[in-house]
């Protein structure tokens, strides 16, 4: 990718979208369940910062593998974000690491320009604070500006956002599943969502390379709004939820 093109894509896609058609569209398609009727978003009120929710205790987790069934591991290196400057972030290498580095890459161009430490992954830290975290002791996780979307908050996207996000996940055919889905929700939080030698983690993480390979295909090239991929992103949703 271009230097060019991806100055382009950083621009702040929250900014973007809000000035333009973009959040008649995005918050049509979440209040009417993704299915592209419009629905008037109502007009922001103003008030006071919503109280932060009170985080579970923590508890350490005693398990050899994490709660998505991958074995915690004491390292795993980092993986640099192309186009994203100098992000990088730690998961497992291979599929995992494919997967989890087209989830921050699509978030950085569509919807927040991260900075280096707003993503984090694997950590040797047991302490969680709801099951899934353990996914971080085994590289199969990460969590994407943690300190504004933290463990029991909701609704922390605006509707565009939430739409980009199912299309993310929308795109990785179910092998990633998103913390907002949670009983207990933290909406930063993405991980593998498939056992290891998943064969559908070995075929999107193929299908991934391949737009890598391709030009004008993959993160910074995706239209979340066309209708094909509306429909993908809403059953997969209801699969998931």
Do not use: C
Not at 40 to 67: D, F, I, L, N
Not at 88 to 96: I, M, P
Request: proline residues 6%; charged residues 20%.
């Amino acid at each position: 990718m271009s230097d060019v093109m991806t100055q382009a894509l950083r621009v702040d896609r929250r900014r973007f979208l809000v000035a333009g058609a973009g959040v008649a569209g995005g918050a049509a398609l979440v209040a009417g369940g993704m299915s592209g009727t419009a629905v008037a978003a109502p007009a922001p009120a103003v008030s006071a910062a919503p109280a932060v929710p009170a985080v579970p205790a923590a508890k350490e987790w005693q398990g050899r593998t994490s709660a998505n069934g991958w074995p915690v591991v004491a390292a795993a290196p980092s993986h640099r974000v192309e186009g994203a400057g100098g992000l990088s972030f730690t998961a497992l290498d291979g599929d995992v690491a494919t997967v989890l580095t087209h989830v921050v890459r699509r978030y950085h161009y569509e919807i927040h320009t991260l900075g280096a430490g707003e993503v984090t992954g694997h950590t040797g830290a047991r302490a969680v604070a709801a099951p899934y975290e353990s996914n971080y002791l085994s590289g199969t996780a990460v969590a994407i500006r943690s300190p504004q979307y933290p463990v029991r908050a909701r609704n922390g996207f605006f509707p565009q956002e939430l739409v980009i996000v199912r299309d993310i996940l929308a795109d990785l055919e179910g092998v990633v599943k998103w913390g907002g889905d949670e009983a207990t929700p933290k909406e930063s939080h993405f991980q593998i969502d498939v056992r290891p030698g998943d064969s559908g983690l070995r075929r999107v993480a193929a299908k991934l390379r391949g737009w890598e390979s391709r030009p004008g295909s993959g993160a910074g090239a995706i239209d979340a709004l066309a209708p094909g991929r509306v429909r993908a992103a809403k059953a997969l949703a209801a699969r998931q939820r």
